[in-house]
């Protein structure tokens, strides 16, 4: 990832140019070039040479347009709180320990929380994705029209992120929808929140484990994660508000007395004062729990939109926390192969003959 917008100008290829010019062409594409180069201070000529380098997607569109299955708890807690990414959390908190705890005193974030998420994205940077991160924004961007000004900031804040780092755009790959390294950043949680840990000049959360790590710490912290603070606890529900107060399940309107004034009983004794929402899951067929989620939790579904995701991690990092201090599993070794019993050595048949002849003589 070495090559600056004005060396990918020059080597830009004739056969790329022509493959692509039909992208460049539309006027919608040479206006967005033309207001990012005036906004942005780029080169327009540049920015054209580097879109006939763009190969749209056109697949990716379809799985935008996927209609979500909704999961229920029971079954999506599966793929994420499970003995391999606890193992796998375990390992990489002993593995990078110093450095993890001096993050999370720098940033006040729960250690266990930082190392839960990146376990869920992508564990520990397995599963970054394979696309062309500039091939997938622009198809969104120019082809996507439920979606085009949410993808059109994310291209523009790709492109000053490519130009931050000094990489070659064209070299960034994540997934379909763009994310980025270890903590899957969309381009503008990039710019907003990536961490330079090791001042090497790079904002490295796809090889380098200290920026990923400080990186999610310093999502969270912006997002208001407080130290200490309560995560979820479970609750039983009653009267007839349940639904109206589900429904506003992502938003802090209510603090923990006027949850308990419209039906919430917690399980256990809590800060009345503090703001929380309430939220169900299926925790087994046809069986829904209630539970209230705190600015912590909030705060992790700021990361991801989603009840779903946050339990998971929070489920996870404590699993994650009570491992890391168990002795790593070995892999079980395989048992040593049975050693064949020796034959017996068959008695000659002229032996026994001589043997019965002697007794005859008796």
């Not at 992502?250 to 004034?261: I, K, Q, R």
């Not at 899951?281 to 705190?294: I, K, S």
């Given at each position: 990832?070495?090559k600056?917008?004005?060396?990918?100008?020059?080597?830009?290829?004739s056969?790329?140019?022509h493959?692509?010019?039909?992208?460049?062409?539309?006027?919608?594409?040479?206006?967005?070039l033309a207001?990012?180069?005036?906004?942005?201070?780029?080169?327009?000529?540049?920015?054209?040479?580097?879109f006939?380098?763009?190969?749209?997607?056109?697949g990716?569109?379809?799985i935008?347009?996927?209609?979500?299955?909704?999961?229920?708890?029971h079954?999506?807690?599966t793929?994420?709180?499970?003995?391999?990414?606890?193992?796998?959390?375990a390992?990489?908190?002993?593995?990078?320990?110093k450095?993890?705890?001096?993050?999370?005193?720098?940033y006040?974030?729960?250690?266990?929380?930082?190392?839960?998420?990146?376990?869920?994205?992508?564990?520990f940077?397995?599963?970054?994705?394979?696309?062309?991160?500039?091939d997938?924004?622009?198809?969104?961007?120019?082809?996507?029209?439920?979606?085009?000004?949410?993808?059109?900031?994310?291209?523009?804040?790709?492109?000053?992120?490519?130009?931050?780092?000094?990489?070659?755009?064209?070299s960034?790959?994540?997934?379909?929808?763009?994310?980025?390294?270890w903590?899957?950043?969309?381009?503008?949680s990039?710019?907003a929140?990536?961490?330079?840990?090791?001042?090497d000049?790079?904002?490295?959360?796809?090889?380098?484990?200290?920026?990923?790590?400080a990186?999610?710490?310093s999502?969270?912290a912006?997002?208001g994660?407080?130290?200490?603070?309560?995560?979820?606890v479970?609750?039983?529900?009653?009267g007839?508000?349940?639904d109206?107060?589900?429904?506003?399940?992502?938003?802090?309107?209510?603090?923990?007395a006027?949850?308990?004034?419209?039906?919430?009983?917690?399980l256990?004794?809590?800060?009345?004062?503090?703001?929380?929402?309430?939220?169900?899951?299926?925790?087994?067929?046809?069986?829904?729990?209630?539970?209230l989620?705190?600015?912590?939790?909030y705060?992790?579904?700021?990361?991801n939109?989603?009840?779903?995701?946050?339990?998971?991690?929070?489920?996870?990092?404590?699993?994650?926390?009570?491992?890391?201090?168990?002795p790593?599993?070995?892999?079980?070794?395989?048992?040593?192969?049975?050693?064949?019993?020796?034959?017996?050595k068959?008695?000659k048949?002229?032996?026994?003959?001589?043997?019965?002849?002697?007794?005859?003589?008796?």
């Amino acid at each position: 990832m070495k090559k600056t917008f004005a060396a990918l100008a020059l080597c830009a290829s004739s056969l790329f140019a022509h493959a692509n010019e039909t992208l460049v062409a539309r006027p919608e594409v040479r206006e967005y070039l033309a207001a990012t180069a005036r906004e942005h201070g780029f080169d327009e000529t540049e920015l054209v040479n580097l879109f006939t380098r763009i190969e749209p997607k056109p697949g990716i569109l379809a799985i935008f347009d996927r209609p979500s299955t909704g999961r229920p708890w029971h079954v999506f807690r599966t793929d994420f709180v499970n003995t391999k990414r606890i193992n796998v959390g375990a390992a990489f908190w002993r593995e990078h320990e110093k450095d993890l705890m001096e993050i999370s005193k720098a940033y006040q974030v729960d250690p266990a929380v930082i190392v839960a998420i990146l376990d869920v994205e992508t564990l520990f940077g397995k599963n970054t994705g394979s696309f062309r991160v500039l091939d997938v924004l622009a198809t969104a961007a120019f082809d996507y029209p439920r979606r085009a000004e949410f993808f059109r900031k994310e291209l523009t804040e790709f492109l000053l992120l490519a130009r931050g780092e000094k990489e070659d755009p064209l070299s960034f790959k994540g997934s379909y929808a763009g994310a980025l390294g270890w903590p899957q950043f969309m381009p503008s949680s990039f710019r907003a929140f990536a961490v330079d840990w090791n001042s090497d000049g790079h904002h490295d959360i796809w090889n380098t484990p200290v920026d990923a790590m400080a990186s999610v710490a310093s999502y969270l912290a912006l997002h208001g994660w407080q130290a200490g603070g309560d995560t979820m606890v479970p609750v039983n529900v009653s009267g007839n508000q349940v639904d109206e107060l589900i429904a506003d399940k992502f938003n802090l309107h209510y603090s923990v007395a006027e949850l308990m004034a419209k039906g919430v009983a917690p399980l256990r004794e809590l800060e009345t004062t503090q703001p929380a929402v309430l939220y169900s899951l299926e925790v087994a067929p046809g069986q829904t729990n209630y539970f209230l989620g705190f600015k912590n939790f909030y705060a992790i579904t700021r990361y991801n939109k989603s009840t779903l995701y946050a339990t998971a991690v929070l489920e996870l990092a404590e699993a994650i926390r009570e491992a890391k201090d168990r002795p790593p599993v070995e892999p079980a070794k395989p048992a040593a192969a049975a050693k064949p019993k020796p034959k017996k050595k068959p008695v000659k048949q002229v032996e026994a003959k001589k043997s019965v002849a002697k007794k005859k003589v008796r």
